[in-house]
C-alpha cells in the first residue's frame, strides 16, 4: 500500500508558492496608455475673444493652434486664453501671433491674449520664431529678409542671387534654401555662417530645409532628377557631410523637413510618408501613411513622436518611438486638422474642438 502524503503538506506547498510570487514578483515591463484629458469647442467661440487670464498670467503652460480659418491659444487645462480669425494668414508662435491682410504694409504683434506687443511697418509678409523672440519680413518677390527689432526698426536685412524657396528659423540661426539650389545659414546678425553650393541634380532646386536649434546640424532636400537629402554636421568652422540620400520622390514643391527639440531626429517626407533620420549615427527608419504629411509634434514621455498624413478628408495618425517601434495608430475623418503638443502631451484639432491625449506608462 501507497502512504498518502497529509494534506497539509499540499496547502503548505500552495501557500509557498502564493508567497513566492507575492514577495518576488517577475518585474512586467510598463505599458503606454494614451488618454483623453479634455476636450473643448473652439467653433462657438466668439472671434477675438480673450477667454482666459488677464496678459501675462500663467503663460507658461500655453500652447498655440491653428484649426481651419480659427487659431488661438489654450491652457493646460484646457481653458480658452484666446480665439480669433484668420485674416489672411498669421504668423503664430508660443509667445505671440501676427494676424495680416493679403496686402498690408502696417502689422501689430500680440500676445497669446491679444494685447498689442509690437508695431511695425514694411513691404512683404511676416516671419516669427517658434519661441517668438524674433521677428522677420520676407520681401514681396522673397527674395530678401530683414530682422525686426524690439522698437519695430530694422536690425538688420540681406539680399539674395535668387529666390527663397524654403526658410528654417530656430534660435540664433536662419538657413535659407533657394530657387538656385543654394543654401545659406545665417547667424543672429544676419551675416553668412556657411553656404553650401547646389547638388548636381539637372535642376538643382531647394524644396525644403532645416536646422537644429544649436545649429549642431542643416539638412535639406533638393534637385530633380535626382532628388536628394542631404544632412552636414558642423565641423569646427565649417559644415561637412553627414548623409546624402537619393530619394525616390519627384516633389515639385516645398517638402516639410525638421528636426526634433533635442535635435536627436530629422524627419522629411519620403512619398511614402515620413522618413526618419538620426543625424549623429545616420541611422534611418521610414514611417508609412497616406497623403501628405499634415503635422507632427515630439512628446515629452519616453521620446515618442507624433505625425500625421492626409489624403483629402482622411487622417492616418502614427505615434511612434522613432527608430523602435509603433505605438499607436489610428485612421480617422476630419475637416480642419490640427496636430501639436500642450504639456508635452499630445493636442488635437478636430472640426472646430481641441482634445488633449495624454500618454502615460502604467
Not at 122 to 148: N, W
Not at 326 to 332: G, K, L, Q, V, Y
Amino acid at each position: 500500500m501507497k502512504n498518502r502524503r497529509p494534506a497539509s503538506v499540499f496547502f503548505t506547498a500552495v501557500l509557498l508558492i502564493v508567497l513566492y510570487f507575492a514577495l518576488f514578483p517577475y518585474p512586467l515591463g510598463k505599458e503606454l496608455v494614451a488618454k483623453p484629458s479634455w476636450a473643448v469647442d473652439i467653433a462657438t467661440t466668439s472671434s477675438n475673444s480673450a477667454a482666459g487670464d488677464l496678459p501675462g498670467s500663467g503663460d507658461e503652460g500655453i500652447s498655440p493652434f491653428q484649426l481651419g480659418d480659427l487659431f488661438g491659444y489654450v491652457g493646460p487645462e484646457g481653458k480658452l486664453v484666446h480665439v480669433g480669425q484668420r485674416l489672411f494668414q498669421t504668423a503664430l508662435s508660443q509667445t505671440g501671433y501676427i494676424n495680416y491682410t493679403r496686402v498690408g504694409t502696417d502689422w501689430i504683434m500680440r500676445d497669446p491674449h491679444g494685447a498689442r506687443l509690437l508695431a511695425f511697418s514694411g513691404f512683404g509678409y511676416p516671419l516669427l520664431s517658434p519661441d517668438g523672440r524674433r521677428v522677420l519680413v520676407v520681401s514681396p518677390d522673397s527674395t530678401g529678409l530683414r530682422e525686426v527689432d524690439g522698437n519695430g526698426d530694422t536690425a538688420w536685412s540681406r539680399d539674395f542671387p535668387a529666390t527663397m524657396t524654403s526658410v528654417s528659423l530656430q534660435g540664433d540661426f536662419l538657413l535659407v534654401g533657394l530657387l538656385n539650389g543654394s543654401l545659406q545659414l545665417l547667424g543672429r546678425n544676419g551675416r553668412p555662417i556657411f553656404q553650401a553650393p547646389p547638388s548636381p541634380s539637372r535642376i538643382p532646386v531647394i524644396y525644403g530645409c532645416a536646422v537644429t536649434n544649436d545649429g549642431a546640424f542643416i539638412a535639406s532636400v533638393s534637385g530633380l532628377e535626382p532628388q536628394v537629402l542631404t544632412v552636414l554636421g558642423r565641423n569646427g568652422l565649417s559644415y561637412t557631410g553627414a548623409l546624402r540620400e537619393i530619394l525616390s520622390t519627384d516633389y515639385r514643391r516645398e517638402v516639410r523637413v525638421g528636426f526634433s527639440p533635442d535635435s536627436r531626429c530629422l524627419y522629411y517626407e519620403d512619398g511614402r510618408g515620413v522618413g526618419l533620420v538620426e543625424p549623429s549615427s545616420g541611422r534611418t527608419s521610414s514611417l508609412s501613411f497616406s497623403g501628405k504629411l499634415a503635422g507632427c509634434a515630439f512628446l515629452k514621455i519616453g521620446g515618442l513622436a507624433a505625425f500625421a498624413g492626409r489624403d483629402g478628408g482622411r487622417v492616418d495618425l502614427r505615434v511612434v518611438s522613432p527608430f523602435v517601434a509603433t505605438f499607436s495608430s489610428e485612421t480617422f475623418t476630419a475637416g480642419d486638422f490640427f496636430l501639436g503638443t500642450i504639456g508635452g502631451q499630445l493636442l488635437l484639432g478636430l472640426d472646430g474642438r481641441l482634445l488633449r491625449v495624454d500618454i502615460k506608462a502604467l
